[in-house]
């Protein structure tokens, strides 16, 4: 079964950079996944196409503090010079034949 | 610039139907894929159908399937979501998305402001 499986929370401190981590089911490490970043009262914003070889392609407008990479099943977002806009809840979707999958997310706080 | 601007949520009655519209615009929507999502209060996103781009590929979550109808209308750029047998954990803002590429069977990489849909006697 396809599940992706986040941390809930995550902290770090404003100016600071921080890795958040998305974990792929076993049997499912070679797919690639997209992160999304949801504010409160907002629609969510797509923030890049993750390929299991680190490769990835940003969304319109995604600053290049935003940055992916892979290893094995874990797929990462790395946000850098946090800013206090980045504090938001952050997703992991990927898909396989005729479904789509979210993990629970990640709360980031900025410090 | 890319437009999802959803509308037709509201409170409905547990058991009664409910049709989603998604308008379109700032890109061909028949090249690509169209989805739903939605965030049930307090909980995080939860996939609910999808669509290819030529409506030869639809899925659906096993939670709505049954009870749920994806379709578009490529001539008026509309994606639409027909939810019946409504049941209180129904109750979430529904987001449409667009898919990368005109299969479903990629990611989504722009997303609406979602409309609410409240299931409650």
């Known amino acids: ?111 | 610039e890319v437009q999802l601007v959803e509308s037709g949520g509201g409170l409905v009655q547990p058991g009664r139907s409910l049709r989603l519209s998604c308008a379109a615009s700032g890109f061909t929507f028949d090249d690509y894929a169209m989805h739903w999502v939605r965030q049930a209060p307090g909980k995080g996103l939860e996939w609910v159908s999808s669509v290819s781009w030529n409506s030869d590929t639809i899925g659906y979550a096993d939670s709505v399937k049954g009870r749920f109808t994806i379709s578009r209308d490529n001539a008026k750029n509309s994606l639409f979501l027909q939810m019946n047998s409504l049941r209180a954990e129904d109750t979430a803002l529904y987001y449409c998305a667009k898919g990368l590429f005109g299969s479903m069977n990629w990611g989504l990489d722009y997303w609406g402001q979602g409309t609410l849909v409240t299931v409650s006697s």
């Open chain 1, 1 to 111: 079964q396809l599940v992706l499986t986040q941390s809930p929370s995550a902290s770090a401190s404003l100016g600071a950079s921080v890795k958040l981590t998305c974990t792929l089911s076993s049997g499912h490490s070679d797919y690639a996944i997209a992160w999304h970043q949801k504010h409160p009262e907002k629609g969510p914003r797509y923030l890049m196409k993750l390929n299991s070889d680190g490769s990835h392609n940003k969304g319109d407008g995604i600053p290049d503090r935003f940055s992916g990479s892979s290893s094995g099943a874990e797929r990462y977002l790395t946000i850098s010079s946090l800013q206090s806009e980045d504090e938001a809840d952050y997703y992991c979707q990927t898909w396989d034949t005729d479904i789509h999958v979210f993990g629970g997310g990640t709360k980031l706080t900025v410090l």
